[in-house]
Every structure is written in structure tokens, then in C-alpha cells.
């Protein structure tokens, strides 16, 4: 037992002493984001790097290539499909990377079996400022007042608006602005108003096994003052009137037709794109190629801008992940790879700003708050959103209650299925799923 109280304290006298990482010092990093080492192979200048993948990969170019400790950051790069089972697999065989990427929602999967190290002194002696993220983001690794990961981002949901729908159909305010419903009943009124002046449908959504209709329940559930699970009991809570109503409004707009209940991902861009919806619900991801399409001049979108959630019910909030970097626990701890770890981990959120190219949202509120951050295209339409960002609370098999909504929440408008029973189905489920994370 004392070896264990002292090797963190000997560890990190090893990694933050007078003595600079061991000269040609490789650490490995796992990643999904996509494969483009070839087309970025030797690109240095962070400039000519597109999408997550491309900046990602020129970042680490980046840093191989000009940091003076000789470390060398070895990239694995994972499809994502495949990438938590393969990241599992690895830690099981006590061959686990350096550094991996790792959502918000999974983190507790991890952190709770002790299968990641504690990085807050760490984080203070390199001079990464944990008082510097947004509350949603340092809340969002902090677990028994210890900080487990950095986190990179918040990426969330948005309302992709062609403004020039909104126009014709008077949904405009006294400057011009798309006017954004404040209300369930108000949403239905906009709604109806748009398919009567343009004839085309309010809302273009991502609905076939897709999450997005139920990352927008959640944001229903949660500017209600509610949510689906009690973190401290651990018990679910989808039978709660916040669950019904944000269901029931759900359904009620694809019952209308003012969401088609056929679009899945890349028919609902199209959709959007070609001018024949006037709202896309879809993530901050998506910014660049909207903006990068209207510009163009030749699709159906041309007069392209981004809203925050619009407040329904009177509590600020909309769904929300994050892409976070955690090291993981070795077998055999090396004090050179995990400084030289730190020193890369350092790296990316002093390049954070590079990251939110990507259209995700920076977790530094100083680079939030920015003239560079705000220069970037349309981000000044949605910074708020790093404010009302909301998240499950910190437990484990978040991944897994998704894909419970998903598959019940959305049978109401694929196959009819009663919203009562789809609730009532899902809140066995759910309480099934809760019940391991109770055992631990």
C-alpha cells in the first residue's frame, strides 16, 4: 500500500525535475477522426489542413517536427466504428497507448475502473490552465475532485437556418434576423407558417437510426429542468412529464410533416442544401460545409447562418459531447513517456484555436472569448453555445442509453409505435443498463 501512495509523488519529481524527457522519447496516440497520413504526409503548416482529420494529423506533423525534447508521437489511427473495442482490447492486454481520444460520455466507463491516470498536478506543472476551460468542460472531466482528461472541445447541436426562408415566409424580426420560436406552441405556429408561404418543411432531420431526434429530446428534457437518469440513485427517469412532453413535441412535428421521418444523415443535408427545408438540426461539425456550400452560389442554400438551441421552456440548454485526450494506466510506468505525453497533451490545447476550425467549440474560455475565435466563419452566431452546453451526468454506459433512445424513441414516427409504450420500454431498459453501473 505505501508503494502505491508514493510512486504518483516519485513519478512526477522524475517528470517535472530539472531533467527533459529522454532524447528520442516515442509515445503512442490513438485516434479515430479518419486516416489522411498520406495526404498529409510532412505537412507542417497547420493553414493548409482541412476537417478533423487533416487538422489532427498536421498537428501532430507539427509538433514531431519542432519540439525540441526529441519526442515522437506514433499515431494508430482507428476506424471509428471499431475504435472504443480496439482501445478496450488494448488496455485488457496491458498494452495501452500513451495517450488516447475519448468522448465525454465514455470517459466514466474508464475513470470508474481505475483504468486511467489522475492528471491535475500533472496538468499545473506543465502550465495547462484547468481554471482556463468553460465550466462544461472542466465538469465534464472531473470525477472525485480530480481532473482525468483534457478535454479538446464541445461539440453540440445547432439549427442550421437558410435565412432566406425565413424571409419569405415573414419569420423575420425588425433587423431581418430569422425570428427562432420561443415556445412548443410557437415552434408548431413557425412551423405550419413556413410550409403555407413557401411550401417547403421547417425542419430537415437526420431520423432513421440516427441520434440527433434524440439528442433534440434531450435538450427538451433538460431546458425543462429535468433529465433521463438520477445520478446520485442511479434510476431512471424517462417516464417523467419532461420525458412525455419532449417526446410528444417530437412527434407531433414529424406527425404535422414538418419534419419527414424518412431523411436519414445525408438525405436531410440534401435536403437542407437544396433548399427545400429551412431548419437542419446537426452539430457544430457540420459549419464549414454549409458555409463552404452556400458560398458557392449554385445549391439551394445561399443565405446560410447558425442559431444557438432556441430556448423552448425556459431553461438555457442543448445536447451536447466532447473529444477529450486521457493516458492511460501502463503496466510498466515510464517517467520519460508520460512527460513527454504531457508535453504533446500541452501542445494540442495551446493549439486549441486550430481545433475549432473544425466548427467544434474551443473549451478555453480565453480562446472562446477571442478576435481569432470570432473571426472564424458564423462562429460568433453560436459561441453561447459553449454556455448552455448539457451533458448526462457522469456515468457509465451513456453509450449504451443512447442507443436505447435511439431505437425507441425513434419507432414512434418510423413504425407508430405508442410514445407511452416507447417510454415505458425504454425506462426498463435503461433501468437494466443502470443496475450494472450500480455494482460497481
Known amino acids: 500500500m505505501k508503494m502505491k501512495t508514493l510512486l504518483p509523488a516519485v513519478l512526477l519529481a522524475a517528470m517535472f525535475g530539472t531533467t527533459a524527457a529522454r532524447a528520442g522519447t516515442e509515445i503512442t496516440l490513438f485516434r479515430f477522426f479518419g486516416g489522411c497520413s498520406d ?31 526529441g519526442i515522437t508521437v506514433k499515431t494508430q489511427s482507428v476506424e471509428w466504428g471499431v475504435y472504443y473495442d480496439r482501445l478496450s482490447a488494448n488496455v485488457a492486454g496491458r ?9 465525454r460520455s465514455v470517459l466514466p466507463n474508464y475513470q470508474v475502473r481505475n483504468l486511467l491516470l489522475p492528471l491535475g498536478k500533472d496538468f499545473a506543472a506543465v502550465g495547462i490552465d484547468v481554471a482556463d476551460f468553460v465550466p462544461a468542460a472542466r465538469e465534464g472531466v472531473t470525477a472525485n475532485g480530480e481532473i482525468w482528461a483534457l478535454p479538446f472541445d464541445l461539440h453540440a447541436l445547432l439549427w442550421h437556418v437558410n435565412a432566406d426562408l425565413f424571409i419569405r415566409a415573414g419569420l423575420v424580426d425588425d433587423k431581418g434576423q430569422p ?3 420561443r415556445s412548443p406552441a410557437e415552434l408548431m405556429q413557425h412551423a405550419a407558417t413556413m410550409k403555407a408561404k413557401t411550401g417547403k ?9 440516427d441520434p440527433m431526434p434524440s439528442w433534440q429530446y434531450l435538450t427538451w428534457v433538460w431546458q425543462q429542468g429535468g433529465n433521463i437518469v438520477d445520478a446520485q440513485k442511479k434510476e431512471a427517469l424517462l417516464e417523467s412529464k419532461e420525458s412525455r412532453e419532449a417526446l410528444r ?7 404535422s410533416g414538418a419534419a419527414n421521418p424518412q431523411h436519414d444523415y445525408a438525405s436531410a443535408q440534401q435536403a437542407f442544401l437544396a433548399g427545400e427545408a429551412a431548419v437542419l438540426v446537426n452539430g457544430t461539425w457540420g459549419v464549414d460545409t454549409y458555409a463552404a456550400q452556400a458560398a458557392t452560389g449554385k445549391s439551394g442554400l ?6 444557438d438551441m432556441p430556448n423552448l421552456y425556459g431553461k438555457e440548454a442543448v ?10 494506466k501502463q503496466t ?12 504533446f497533451l500541452k501542445f494540442l490545447n495551446d493549439n486549441s484555436l486550430q481545433w475549432a476550425r473544425t466548427g467544434h467549440l474551443p473549451v478555453r474560455a480565453s480562446v472562446l472569448q477571442s478576435a481569432q475565435m470570432r473571426a472564424l466563419p458564423h462562429r460568433a452566431e453560436y459561441t453561447r453555445t459553449a454556455t448552455i452546453a448539457t451533458a448526462l451526468p457522469p456515468i457509465q454506459y451513456q453509450r449504451a442509453l443512447g442507443d436505447l433512445l435511439v431505437n425507441e424513441l425513434n419507432s414512434t414516427w418510423l413504425v407508430q409505435k405508442d410514445p407511452d409504450k416507447a417510454l415505458a420500454d425504454s425506462q426498463r431498459a435503461a433501468a437494466a443498463i443502470l443496475r450494472r453501473s450500480r455494482r460497481r
Open 39 to 69: 495526404a498529409y504526409a510532412n505537412v507542417t503548416d497547420v493553414s493548409k489542413a482541412v476537417g478533423e482529420c487533416g487538422i489532427v494529423q498536421v498537428l501532430t506533423n507539427k509538433f514531431n517536427a519542432e519540439n525540441t525534447d
Open 95 to 103: 498494452t495501452p497507448p500513451d495517450i488516447a481520444v475519448m468522448h
Open 179 to 181: 425570428k427562432l420560436p
Open 201 to 209: 418543411s421547417y425542419f430537415a432531420i437526420p431520423s432513421g437510426a
Open 249 to 255: 413535441l417530437l412527434d407531433a412535428l414529424y406527425a
Open 302 to 307: 445561399k443565405n446560410y447562418v447558425v442559431r
Open 319 to 328: 445536447w451536447s459531447d466532447s473529444h477529450t485526450w486521457v493516458m492511460p
Open 332 to 343: 510498466k510506468p515510464d517517467a520519460a513517456k508520460q512527460k513527454a505525453a504531457l508535453t
